[in-house]
């Protein structure tokens, strides 16, 4: 019997009308098929077939209250019946800037968004125009949106072999040949201009010499390093002991603008976002995804003197929906809700994160199954690998990503719902029977394998 069949039947009709017949091209990676959801509640989430699944692709991040938190629900509607959107001003406005400022340490003031793509446009762009400078640095395995400006894709599995490619102006050359640092800046996308991408500069994160040498080069043209605060896109890996606090300094003291992408990171490390728990102050955070608690808002939050070029009319930062009423009221019940008992709600998702870590670890190891887990904070990413350690983006690279698939889609026959990339997100509604049960899941699956 077609355990899918609903779903499969949805994507077909879909497929004639809807091109792709998915809405974001890395939703069609779901195996056996993109599932079609009908409803979602606190962790679970239900498809058109009829099974239940535990959830921890929470839409990719910004379900952090879990599905149809009833609070937020009720205030949405209530808002709701006020109007959808105004094109005009209104207080939610005010009360969500008031709550950012409060609770983001490197906030004098923000601005509204959709998504964290926009966001990061219009970081970049903020910091193009203080600096009057137009060079990016980037790393590799981070992701910031699908904008043209910073979209690339990489050399694949092997950086050492791009060396050896007669590779164009944006690759940074080390003479240390031991140093596995060059890469050449790919667009990420068919239609995507390259003369955007012109600017960038594609390092490898974690390494202080690659950073020092660039800025060294390059310092005097950079408007701006942009970084995951944790790569949480390439294997959740965390910063070096004093990693971003060279690229602090190295930005201080050479007129660069610090972004720290906290997209991902931002509402789900702590209010404060990983800036926050890190103690880092970057000059701008771009925030998104768990802000709206589900609903389509983002956002950039930083320094007076940059966000003032957005006042004086130097930087133009538009949007038909940004800042709406839906969504402002949806960031204020989620941050708020995040906020009781001291933001309490953190260390549970962080404990639920460790608990599941450490439960997979040990499935892996019973059943004789060679893999990592690498938890940070409430996220984490289980990678099936031989390396030791997934400590980079070329270890992460060198994952069985297929492997993973296979285990997600087995996963899936067994109630719980992964993302195909091997990132797991776990939100407030996650509680004991959720892990035990996953993990149940988890054993029975690597059973399999061994038989
Ligand atoms: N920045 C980071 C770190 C992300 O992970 C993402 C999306 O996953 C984005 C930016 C882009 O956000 P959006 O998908 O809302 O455009």
């Given at each position: ?17 809807l ?6 091209t890395?939703r069609?990676a ?16 239900q498809?058109?077939?009829?099974h239940?699944?535990?959830d921890?692709?929470?839409?990719y ?7 149809g938190h009833e609070p ?10 006020n ?8 207080q ?5 800037a008031?709550?950012?400022?409060k ?8 601005a509204f ?6 966001a990061?446009m ?9 600096t009057?400078?137009?060079?990016i640095i ?9 904008s043209d ?6 050399p694949s599995t092997d950086m ?13 050359r ?7 640092t ?7 996308t068919?239609?995507?201009s ?7 500069i594609l390092?490898?994160w974690n390494?202080?010499e690659?950073?020092?040498d660039a800025v060294?080069l390059y ?5 701006a ?6 790569m949480?896109n390439s ?10 606090e060279l690229?602090?300094?190295?930005t201080?003291?050479n ?11 931002g509402?789900?490390?702590g209010?404060?976002?990983a800036?926050g ?5 970057p000059d ?5 995804k768990?802000?709206?608690?589900g609903?389509a ?7 007076a ?7 004086d ?10 800042g709406?009423?839906v969504?402002?009221?949806?960031a204020v019940?989620?941050i ?7 933001g309490?709600?953190?260390?549970r998702?962080?404990k ?7 439960g997979l670890r040990q499935?892996m190891k019973?059943?004789d199954?060679q893999?990592i ?9 289980l990678?099936?690998?031989?390396e030791?350690?997934?400590?980079s983006?070329?270890?992460f ?9 296979t285990f ?5 026959e067994?109630?719980?719902?992964l993302?195909?990339n091997g990132?797991?997100?776990v939100?407030?509604?996650?509680g ?9 899941a988890?054993?029975?699956?690597f ?5």
């Amino acid at each position: 019997m077609n355990r899918y069949r609903q779903s499969e039947e949805l994507l077909n009709r879909s497929r004639r009308v809807l091109a792709g017949g998915v809405s974001s091209t890395l939703r069609a990676a779901m195996k056996p098929t993109p599932l079609y959801a009908v409803a979602g509640r606190g962790a679970r989430i239900q498809d058109a077939d009829g099974h239940t699944y535990i959830d921890y692709l929470l839409a990719y991040g910004p379900l952090i209250l879990g599905h149809g938190h009833e609070p937020t629900v009720e205030r949405l509607l209530s808002s709701m019946r006020n109007g959808l959107a105004y094109g005009l001003q209104h207080q939610g406005e005010i009360e969500l800037a008031e709550l950012l400022t409060k609770v983001l340490p490197c906030a004098d003031q923000v601005a509204f968004s959709g998504s964290g793509t926009e966001a990061v446009m219009l970081a970049l762009r903020l910091a193009r125009a203080y600096t009057n400078r137009r060079r990016i640095i980037r790393f590799h395995g981070h992701y910031h949106g699908w904008s043209d400006t910073i979209f690339t894709s990489f050399p694949s599995t092997d950086m050492k072999a791009s060396r050896k490619r007669n590779v164009m102006s944006q690759v940074i050359r080390y003479d240390n040949d031991t140093h596995p640092t060059e890469a050449r800046v790919i667009p990420g996308t068919g239609g995507q201009s390259e003369a955007a991408l012109q600017d960038i500069i594609l390092l490898p994160w974690n390494d202080a010499e690659a950073l020092k040498d660039a800025v060294a080069l390059y310092g005097s043209t950079v408007a701006a390093i942009i970084s995951e605060p944790v790569m949480c896109n390439s294997g959740c890996i965390m910063p070096k002991p004093g990693y971003l606090e060279l690229m602090r300094e190295l930005t201080a003291a050479n007129g660069i603008v610090m972004i720290l992408d906290e997209v991902i990171t931002g509402f789900r490390f702590g209010l404060g976002g990983a800036h926050g728990v890190f103690r880092i102050m970057p000059d701008l955070v771009t925030i998104g995804k768990a802000m709206g608690g589900g609903i389509a808002i983002s956002g950039v939050a930083g320094r007076a003197d940059i966000m003032e070029l957005i006042a004086d009319g130097t930087v133009s930062h538009l949007g038909t929906l940004n800042g709406n009423c839906v969504a402002t009221t949806a960031a204020v019940a989620t941050i708020n809700e995040l906020s009781r008992d001291g933001g309490a709600v953190f260390a549970r998702m962080e404990k639920s994160a460790a608990d599941l870590s450490e439960g997979l670890r040990q499935a892996m190891k019973d059943h004789d199954i060679q893999g990592i887990v690498n938890q940070a904070g409430p996220v984490f990413h289980l990678m099936f690998t031989t390396e030791r350690q997934v400590d980079s983006f070329e270890a992460f690279q060198k994952r069985d990503a297929d492997l993973y698939i296979t285990f997600a889609q087995e996963m899936l026959e067994e109630g719980v719902l992964l993302r195909p990339n091997g990132l797991w997100y776990v939100s407030a509604a996650h509680g004991e029977a959720e892990i035990r049960e996953t993990l149940a899941a988890a054993n029975r699956v690597f059973a399999r394998w061994g038989e």
